[in-house]
T-cell receptor
Framework: SAVISQKPSRDICQRGTSLTIQCQVDSQVTMMFWYRQQPGQSLTLIATANQGSEATYESGFVIDKFPISRPNLTFSTLTVSNMSPEDSSIYLC????????????FGEGSRLTVL | AQSVAQPEDQVNVAEGNPLTVKCTYSVSGNPYLFWYVQYPNRGLQFLLKYITGDNLVKGSYGFEAEFNKSQTSFHLKKPSALVSDSALYFCAVRDMGNSNYQLIWGAGTKLIIKP
């Protein structure tokens, strides 16, 4: 198993600012993903974080708004740029070691509120 | 198209009674199936998975799930519910033939166990 730490755990941000969320894994993971979740709702995949290359974004998410870095197999960042109240959500980092099974480990999430 | 359905938004069970949380899926190939649990204000935790083999799989906290290929279902069960089982439960599926390792998530079912 892997333990994933995210920070910040929560933040209150002003409209128009940007915030970077950090995700640290205690062991190397093959796959890393960033999700968005409204409280009590399902997960929406933002992107797959690829080590050493550009992330792969899902429909509706773009690099200019959600730039992602993944410099190595244990660390990734997600930036939420030029925030608006619609970006208020929980952002979850996840990682997987079993490329053939899809079992994922999740961070505790970063709850962002944009005023 | 691939999809996961959790037909119940909420399931209420008395403590000590058996519980079932339903999940059906649709994939073009053979499925990998997962259950995750999310406790309030926490990230998701892996409960169990079906990859191949025995249709009845056992997981954490006394949960089990049965893969039924003909009904394309993977219902989560527990013989005797505990109040501490109250949480949000997500079913997820991955098509074995899909090389991008992404999971398709259900909408989630809120499980409430009453003392």
């Amino acid at each position: 198993s892997a333990v994933i730490s995210q920070k910040p755990s929560r933040d209150i941000c002003q409209r128009g600012t940007s915030l970077t969320i950090q995700c640290q894994v205690d062991s190397q993971v093959t796959m890393m993903f960033w999700y968005r979740q409204q409280p009590g709702q399902s997960l929406t995949l933002i992107a797959t974080a690829n080590q050493g290359s550009e992330a792969t974004y899902e429909s509706g998410f773009v690099i200019d708004k959600f730039p992602i870095s993944r410099p190595n197999l244990t660390f990734s960042t997600l930036t939420v740029s030029n925030m608006s109240p619609e970006d208020s959500s929980i952002y979850l980092c996840s990682g997987g070691q079993g490329v053939d099974t899809g079992e994922l480990f999740f961070g505790e999430g970063s709850r962002l509120t944009v005023l | 198209a691939q999809s996961v359905a959790q037909p119940e938004d909420q399931v209420n069970v008395a403590e000590g009674n058996p519980l079932t949380v339903k999940c059906t899926y649709s994939v073009s190939g053979n499925p990998y199936l997962f259950w995750y649990v999310q406790y309030p204000n926490r990230g998701l935790q892996f409960l169990l998975k079906y990859i191949t083999g025995d249709n009845l799989v056992k997981g954490s906290y006394g949960f089990e799930a049965e893969f039924n290929k003909s009904q394309t279902s993977f219902h989560l069960k527990k013989p005797s519910a505990l109040v501490s089982d109250s949480a949000l439960y997500f079913c997820a599926v991955r098509d074995m033939g899909n090389s991008n390792y992404q999971l398709i998530w259900g909408a989630g079912t809120k499980l409430i166990i009453k003392p």
